[in-house]
């Protein structure tokens, strides 16, 4: 089985600040991490993705998360936030292997509420 | 393509009533999934079909949900003898998977069911 925890909660920040998110999972099996983004009123929309390969991954806006096998984390980081950047943060693990159903399990998400 | 389609987009029940949703995927995808989504709360995996076969339910379906991909097309997920704990989003996924390999899920923007 799987589970994902998302520390914290909120994380209220200033715009132009630095901002880090922090995903923790627990798998018996190897498993994809992935980060989705919902904005208000919005659907869930798939930030970026850890399948294999460099252990540091990116999005096109500046999104960077770490794969961090010993720790079995994945932090979401930016160095840098915008106002539009306001929104809820749901990290996500997605079992692999021959049985690999795309099925994912969710954190309980983190609402990243940047101040100007 | 419009991507996931779900409808309705809103739906306030009485107690005891019945609802259905409706999913129709993007076009040539053979996953859908559905997830539930409360308040608070990631998303919460119910059911996946892989065309029109049903291959796992969540323990969190009870027998009151039961949900349909005929032709491997739409879905359709319906709640019978709605409780105030059925109120939530529901979300609807797909995805195209060939050969077991990790492709990406695209959500729609999920219907809202509030019980009163």
């Known amino acids: 089985a799987q589970s994902v925890t998302q520390l914290d909660s909120q994380v209220p920040v200033f715009e132009e600040a630095p901002v880090e998110l922090r995903c923790n999972y627990s798998?018996?099996?190897?498993?994809?991490l992935f980060w989705y983004v919902q904005y208000p009123n919005q659907g869930l929309q798939l930030l970026l993705k850890?399948?294999?390969?460099?252990?540091l991954v990116e999005s096109i806006n500046g999104f960077e998360a770490e794969f961090n096998k010993s720790q079995t984390s994945f932090h979401l980081r930016k160095p840098s936030v915008h106002i539009s950047d306001t929104a809820e943060y749901f990290c996500?693990?997605?079992?692999?292997?021959?049985?690999?159903?795309?099925?994912?399990?969710f954190g309980q998400g983190t609402t990243l509420q940047v101040k100007p | 393509d419009t991507g996931v389609s779900q409808n309705p987009r809103h739906k306030i029940t009485k107690r005891g009533q019945n609802v259905t949703f409706r999913c129709d995927p993007i076009s040539e995808h053979n996953r859908l999934y559905w997830y539930r989504q409360t308040l608070g709360q990631g998303p919460e995996f119910l059911t996946y079909f892989q065309n029109e076969a049903q291959l796992e339910k969540s323990r969190l379906l009870s027998d009151r949900f039961s949900a349909e991909r005929p032709k491997g097309s739409f879905s359709t997920l319906e709640i019978q003898r709605t409780e105030q704990g059925d109120s939530a989003m529901y979300l609807c996924?797909?995805?195209?998977?060939?050969?077991?390999?990790?492709?990406?899920?695209?959500f729609g923007q999920g219907t809202r069911l509030t019980v009163v």
């Open positions: 850890y399948l294999s390969g460099s252990t």
């Open positions: 996500a693990v997605s079992p692999r292997g021959s049985g690999n159903t795309g099925k994912l399990i």
């Open positions: 798998s018996s099996v190897s498993v994809y």
């Open positions: 996924a797909s995805s195209f998977s060939a050969s077991g390999q990790y492709t990406e899920a695209f």
